[in-house]
């Protein structure tokens, strides 16, 4: 079942910008860890970032440094998140997920076993 609905993805030159949006509905409360993951054709579906209300953040080491995560600020009931990607590279293309876990431990899931809710994907192509 797909809980979310993904925007923003297409395609890019290298070092191109994208913004990645996923609304959520309300029953995906504020205090849920919220994350992106991403995959492409022949590989396991990885983390790319996480992030709790109240600051927490988590990013892969593969993206530290050039995409941002993060709430809509103008969004009271602050359903939507955004994944900002700076200095895109070639392999940054994969097809990227939004998801949703209810929080078991302070430390930020990063598996995606871990995670129950999904949206449906969109896809990111960066060309070099």
């Known amino acids: 079942q797909v809980h979310f609905v993904e925007s923003g993805g297409g395609s890019v030159q290298a070092g191109g910008s994208l913004r990645l949006s996923c609304v959520h509905p309300n029953y995906i409360g504020t205090h849920f860890y919220k994350a992106w993951f991403r995959q492409s054709p022949g590989k396991e579906r990885e983390v790319v970032a996480v992030?709790?209300?109240?600051?927490?953040?988590?990013?892969?080491n593969a993206v530290k440094g050039r995409f941002t995560i993060s709430l809509d600020s103008q969004d009271p009931s602050k359903n939507t998140l955004y994944l900002q990607m700076n200095s895109l590279e070639p392999e940054d293309t994969a097809m990227y997920f939004c998801a949703a876990a209810e929080p078991r431990s302070y430390k930020p899931p990063t598996h995606r076993s871990e995670y129950k809710y999904w949206g449906q994907g969109t896809q990111v192509t960066v060309s070099s």
């Open positions: 992030y709790r209300d109240g600051g927490q953040e988590y990013y892969s």
